[in-house]
């Protein structure tokens, strides 16, 4: 085992199961005692944990968008900042400027009997939460979740993907350069790793994934009780609405779906258009990639696939889908060749859709684009109804009574009318998914208030009547009974 002095990384092929599922224990141990040590910190201790995460954040800015451009191939710069760094201290700011709000206790109505005892809610830190965090965002959806953990006053160990190493390390020198490795520590290594990480019995486990993932993380976390956060994805969709001019409409779809090469899980996943407008779409889509981005094989603007299994996962959707019969529209503005290596895969319109077409069934999770046609905005809501609940749903049109009925007929984990996924950059919204998608959430209050225990408190007061309610019983408390509870 590799321990780093300020943190901790497990190499998973250096250690039986046996010794690597005692090397974490041990260092979950040592996070617990600390806890017990100061199990509630001050607003200022918390305060001064946020502010420790905002600066490491901002002084490696430039190596974050070096080291993820580098796990992936390519990964666009700016989308970096924004994605990455950007969203994550703009959502530390406003955990920073609400700090003092969350952690008051809140007063609640005391029932008329028990006057003039009060009741009252306290925010209680839970303790050790175990953070699981994915490759697509691997710093915002490492951190974003560890924000509302440090503002509930817990302490955290991160366990990041393996298919971005060079990132993971750096996540790891970064918290280490930040907290003790008793408040907060990051463990690298494999899915061998992530196995024993899951079984851990933390206060809390939050995982970011497939909701294929999701399933096995909830069975390994239920070993132990261990309540979860489980943020997963799905099918998200897009409905293009009737009034909606169809270039505006193709325009938010295609932004959404080509940030970060769809590789992000609230990315549209499919898009619903009016019958007899599908032809406009694939017009527009084609022109918006051509002024987007007019080369694809070395422009530093458009994301490379993650790794040569995804890239390979996703040509198999686009094979699979042309042999069941539909057809495929490539966006190759330059008609470049793309080699397999660079894992630059081109943006792919999937028209005449059916079922039974792996690209139906599975979320996508890069820059293919199955275009649905439907009749009317009720076969759109049933189309989107007779499929698990989605993470994100998004409708772009300016018809109140269509924006309604959708809202009102359809269930999805987040909503973004006429616009694609910046629902999840508004600090003050919470962020989770629904059935399928996942469940719990965090950003916003809503994620300090997972990440704590909401302790239910009755402060008797040294006056008071409760000695009626106990033997032996008399004529007062009948009386008493009578009045309440009538004859």
């Known amino acids: 085992m590799n321990i780093h002095p300020e943190s901790t990384s497990v190499s998973s092929s250096k250690l039986p199961k046996r010794d690597l599922a005692e090397a974490l224990s041990e260092t979950l141990k040592k996070l617990q005692a600390a806890q017990r040590k100061n199990p509630a910190p001050t607003y200022e201790e918390r305060l001064d944990a946020l502010e420790r995460l905002e600066r490491t954040l901002l002084r490696n800015k430039d190596a974050i968008c070096d080291a993820i451009s580098h796990d992936f191939g390519n990964r666009s710069r700016h989308e970096s900042l924004v994605a990455e760094v950007f969203v994550t201290v703009q959502g530390i700011?406003?955990?920073?400027?609400h700090l003092a709000e969350w952690m008051e206790t809140r007063q609640r109505e005391t029932s008329w009997a028990f006057l003039p005892g009060r009741s009252e809610i306290q925010y209680q830190p839970l303790g050790v939460v175990g953070i699981v965090s994915p490759w697509n965002y691997p710093v915002q959806l490492a951190l974003a979740p560890l924000v509302a953990v440090l503002a509930a006053g817990n302490r955290a160990m991160l366990k990041p993907s393996e298919l971005t190493p060079r990132c993971s390390e750096l996540l790891r020198d970064m918290l280490a350069e930040a907290f003790d490795p008793d408040h907060v520590t990051v463990i690298t290594g494999g899915p061998e790793v992530g196995e024993v990480f899951t079984r851990l019995p933390f206060d809390h486990l939050v995982f970011t994934g497939s909701t294929k993932l999701g399933k096995i993380v909830m069975r390994a976390a239920a070993e132990n009780l261990v309540p979860v956060t489980l943020e997963l994805g799905g099918k998200s969709p897009a409905i293009i609405g009737e009034d909606m001019a169809i270039e505006v409409g193709a325009r938010k779809v295609m932004l959404g779906k080509l940030f970060n090469a769809g590789q992000t899980c609230i990315a549209p996943d499919y898009v619903l258009v009016p019958e007899g407008k599908v032809s406009a779409f694939v017009d527009a889509a084609k022109a918006i990639v051509k002024d987007m981005y007019p080369t694809l094989a070395t422009n530093p603007d458009y994301t490379s696939i993650v790794s040569a299994r995804h890239y390979d996962r996703l040509s198999g959707y686009v094979q699979d889908a042309t042999a069941k019969g539909a057809r495929s529209v490539e966006c190759n503005p330059a008609g470049e060749t793309l080699a397999p290596d660079q894992r630059k895969l081109a943006?792919?319109?999937?028209?005449?859709?059916?079922?039974?077409?792996?690209?139906m069934q599975e979320e996508i999770f890069g820059p293919l684009l199955p275009v649905v046609p439907y009749k009317s905005l009720a076969d759109a809501i049933n189309f989107i109804n007779d499929r698990p609940r989605p993470l994100a749903l998004y409708y772009l049109g300016h018809n109140e009574?269509?924006?309604?009925?959708?809202?009102?007929?359809?269930?999805?984990?987040?909503v973004a009318i006429n616009e694609t996924m910046v629902h999840v950059a508004q600090d003050d919204l919470p962020f989770g998914g629904v059935g399928a998608s996942g469940m719990g959430h965090y950003h916003a209050f809503e994620g300090f208030e997972q990440f704590s225990k909401k302790k239910p408190i009755f402060r008797q007061a040294r006056l008071n009547a409760t000695g009626l309610l106990r033997p032996p019983y008399g004529t007062l408390v009948e009386t008493f009974l009578k009045v309440v509870l009538g004859k």
């Open 347 to 359: 943006p792919t319109l999937l028209l005449d859709t059916t079922d039974s077409m792996d690209v």
């Open 93 to 97: 700011k406003h955990a920073k400027s």
């Open 401 to 414: 009574a269509h924006i309604d009925r959708v809202l009102k007929e359809t269930t999805s984990g987040g």
